[in-house]
Nanobody, 121 residues
């Protein structure tokens, strides 16, 4: 049906930047809200940022002013530009999308496999 594949994670020093990408593929009729979530070891998965198909964005307070979410609807891709990274940003980052498959009725929630972001000196 719909697959999400993230890329762009890695190891970065505090104050550095990373850009995550997530591509949705498969038999897709339409994609609604896309977003990024993160989960640190021993903690729950938390919202980082979301973006609607029209470009409206929402951010967790902890990343406002440092992270920017964007999307390319023609490429079914969502990005997360992360600047001024801190040690507490270390987590597995997951891509999420609400999508309507081409062959099945209804909207469904999809997740990527996650990409590790480690902020350390």
């Amino acid at each position: 049906q719909v697959q999400l594949v993230e890329s762009g994670g890695g190891l970065v020093q505090p104050g550095g930047s990373l850009r995550l990408s997530c591509v949705a593929s498969g038999s897709i009729f339409s994609i609604g809200v896309m977003g990024w979530y993160r989960q640190a070891p021993g903690k729950q998965r938390d919202l980082v940022a979301t973006i609607t198909s029209g470009g409206s964005t929402n951010y967790a307070d902890s990343v406002k002013g440092r992270f920017t979410i964007s999307r390319d609807n023609a490429k079914n891709t969502v990005y997360l530009q992360m600047n001024s990274l801190k040690a507490e940003d270390t987590a597995v980052y997951y891509c999420n999308a609400a999508a309507r498959p081409a062959v099945v009725r209804g909207w469904y929630d999809y997740w990527g496999q996650g990409t590790q972001v480690t902020v350390s000196s």
